[in-house]
């Protein structure tokens, strides 16, 4: 079974800077793989009603399933807690893995959530939570979610409904897919105190842990960060991220076909 994995695609953005309808060059490309299924972690769009119906789109003109979990970008919204809101209406949807798991092969599943941040990635920094919080508030772009948890509550229970699923599957091979950076290693520092901040916002150190404790976890899929990690073996795990990222500013190759062969990760189970 070939699976094409791919994470924030940001289709609005990059159909719109590149003139194109992404839908249907996306729907090219795949066919072209012969995927048998597709996975997507994140970002798919700034809005909730547009990835919906892309996922939709893709699986009614392919046939191939797709699979999908929410990233930030899906959830940006003005008002308090409508971040929640929108994290529901996307877990209703049948691709969506939040709220169910894939059984792809009677060995191999596919377990999925959003995941979230908990600003562990910049404790070294030793900073007040209220200062982190208000540079979010001013400075990042996660001042356009607003959950009606607070970040780490929202990332413990993402964690909580992970570890059900992973013991629920303790005796298969598990593919897990969330949005955020779950490990340090997958962190980009540099000479700005702005940018490193930053990090607090890309995932959790908890994510990875997580994977750790349960051996079974062969491959973890996110994105979130735009920089192309590719796959890397860690700890007897295969991360693999591979964001397609904004035209202009992490690509620009202009034909999609091209720049969707370069990030796609194909996985064979
Ligand atoms: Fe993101």
């Known amino acids: 079974m070939k699976i094409c994995i791919?994470?924030?695609?940001?289709?609005?953005?990059?159909?719109?800077?590149?003139?194109?309808?992404?839908?249907?060059?996306?729907?090219?490309f795949v066919k072209k793989k012969e995927a048998d299924c597709i996975l997507i972690?994140?970002?798919?769009?700034?809005?909730?009603?547009?990835?919906?119906?892309?996922?939709?789109?893709?699986?009614?003109?392919?046939?191939?399933?797709?699979y999908f979990i929410p990233g930030n970008?899906?959830?940006?919204?003005?008002?308090?807690?409508?971040?929640?809101?929108?994290?529901?209406e996307l877990a209703k949807h049948p691709s969506c893995l939040?709220?169910?798991s894939i059984?792809?092969?009677k060995e191999v599943v596919i377990v999925g959530d959003s995941g979230w941040y908990d600003y562990s990635f910049i404790e070294e920094m030793n900073l007040l939570e209220e200062d982190i919080k208000g540079f979010k508030d001013t400075n990042w772009d996660g001042r356009y979610t607003h959950l009606k948890l607070t970040d780490k509550e929202y990332l413990k229970e993402c964690l909580i409904r992970i570890e059900e699923k992973l013991k629920q599957y303790e005796s298969k091979q598990v593919i897990l897919m969330?949005?955020?950076?779950?490990?340090?290693d997958f962190l980009i520092w540099k000479s700005d105190r702005f940018w490193?901040?930053?990090?607090?916002?890309?995932?959790?150190?908890?994510?990875?842990?997580?994977i750790k404790r349960y051996k079974n976890v062969t491959h973890c899929i996110f994105g979130h960060t735009h920089k192309r990690f590719g796959c890397v073996e860690k700890d007897g795990c295969m991360y693999i991220c591979t964001p397609l990222g904004y035209y202009g500013i992490e690509f620009?190759?202009?034909?999609l076909q091209v720049i969707l062969e370069e990030s796609c990760v194909i996985l064979e189970v």
Do not use: R
Request: charged share 20%; net charge negative; aromatic share 10%.
């Open 41 to 66: 972690a994140g970002d798919i769009s700034n809005t909730v009603q547009v990835t919906l119906n892309f996922i939709d789109l893709v699986q009614n003109a392919t046939g191939i399933p797709v």
């Open 98 to 100: 939040i709220h169910h």
């Open 178 to 184: 969330n949005h955020f950076i779950p490990h340090e």
């Open 252 to 255: 620009f190759e202009q034909d």
């Open 103 to 105: 059984e792809l092969t």
């Open 73 to 88: 970008h899906e959830v940006w919204a003005d008002g308090e807690g409508e971040s929640t809101v929108a994290i529901e």
């Open 196 to 210: 490193n901040l930053c990090n607090a916002y890309m995932g959790s150190k908890k994510i990875g842990e997580c």
């Open 6 to 28: 791919f994470s924030d695609l940001h289709i609005d953005f990059n159909g719109k800077k590149l003139g194109i309808t992404f839908e249907e060059e996306f729907i090219t």
